[in-house]
């Protein structure tokens, strides 16, 4: 017999309506949340027979008292975001925190995960944020005796949480192609070099996708490499103005990229979307101020559920429920910067 799927925090927020992080804070009985989002979360908990881990059983079992959160940069709006939701989810369970930031250095990553006996002695847990190892990091984290969560990684032993980015990239450029436009551009990343994170490829496998099903294909010279970063996209946007065939519409891969987009386009005495429509993927805070059509995905709920996960098998360590990789949604929120192509 099949053994049933493991209840979790998402699926008490599903059958709630409120967000995994608001979810998260009412099980753990935190004052800022309201009283009727306390009852919303009670009741469907009992529905679904769920319960929060403890600092208890933490105690009962763990031998350091601390769970490391891993992050390719401790800066950037995303993993800053991502943090912050994991950590208080980790205080509440009782878990010190700490944070180690790769800084984008593939030396500092091989340091850390080239010593795991010494990481092993510093936390009983690890939380991984996009972080791009190969085959054979992984294989050693999995046999560490580490507890392994991650957010925004594939193909791994553990459990995963993330949107299925493909999926996002395809829901933007589906926009662009509803709105009548053909000619399209966009502003990739740069995929890392190890197995495991593999947002950039999707995307882009997304984006073509989208262009197939409408019998359509992508000029080479409007597939723009810009990273995830305000000037790589300024750059990668500057590069297409040069092109003579200007395109209608632009997907940019992250929105840091569209709002180098958006800079580059008012240098040249362009803007979006009177001369080009626009739209990224993320809803960074700042595309609400600056009009940014986008597929906004869950950041903190991501963070969260996956420190929930984490938590739940730390607190339980001889449970043997497969590893499950977890997919929550996305949202397309038209702004300013598309519009029907006239």
């Known amino acids: 017999m099949a053994r049933a799927r493991r209840t979790t925090i998402a ?25 009727k989002a306390q009852a919303q979360v009670a009741d469907a908990a009992q529905k679904l027979g769920y319960k929060a881990s403890s600092a208890a059983a933490r105690l009962a079992g763990g031998s350091t008292g601390a769970i490391a959160i891993v992050a390719p940069s401790a800066t950037s709006w995303f993993f800053a975001q991502a943090v912050e939701a994991a950590e208080e989810v ?19 990553r091989k340091k850390v995960f080239g010593d795991l006996d010494a990481l092993a002695q510093r936390v009983d847990g690890v939380l991984l944020l996009n972080v791009d190892l190969d085959a054979e990091e992984i294989s050693d984290l999995e046999a560490s005796g580490l507890a392994v969560a991650s957010v925004g990684m594939s193909r791994v032993p553990w459990d995963n949480v993330g949107i299925d980015d493909e999926h996002a990239a395809w829901t933007a450029t589906n926009h662009l192609l509803e709105l009548g436009h053909w000619e399209l551009a966009v502003l990739t990343g740069h995929e890392m070099d190890g197995t495991s994170v593999l947002s950039s490829r ?46 209608t519409a632009v997907f940019a891969a992250c ?16 803007n979006a979307p009177k001369d080009v429509s626009l739209i990224g993927l993320d809803d960074h805070p700042m595309s609400w101020f600056m009009g940014l059509s986008t597929v906004a995905q869950p950041v ?36 300013k910067t598309t519009r029907h192509k006239r």
């Open 90 to 108: 980790f205080a509440d369970s009782g878990w010190d925190c700490v944070l180690i930031s790769l800084r984008n250095k593939p030396s500092v």
């Open 255 to 270: 929105d840091e990229a569209g709002f180098g987009a958006l800079m580059a386009l008012r240098e040249h005495g362009r």
């Open 300 to 335: 903190a709920d991501q963070g969260a559920f996956a420190a929930n996960l984490l938590c739940e098998r730390l607190a339980d360590p001889s449970a043997h429920d497969r590893a499950a990789r977890h997919m929550l949604g996305v949202k397309l929120i038209e702004r």
């Open 202 to 247: 999707d995307r882009l496998t997304g984006f073509r996708r989208a262009l197939a099903e409408s019998d359509l294909t992508v000029h080479p010279d409007l597939v723009v490499a810009a990273g995830s970063t305000i000037e790589g996209g300024r750059r990668a946007m500057t590069e297409i103005l040069a092109n003579r065939d200007m395109p």
């Open 11 to 35: 699926d008490v927020a599903l059958l709630s309506g409120l967000s995994i992080c608001t979810v998260s804070r009412a099980l753990r009985n935190l004052s800022n949340v309201s009283d």
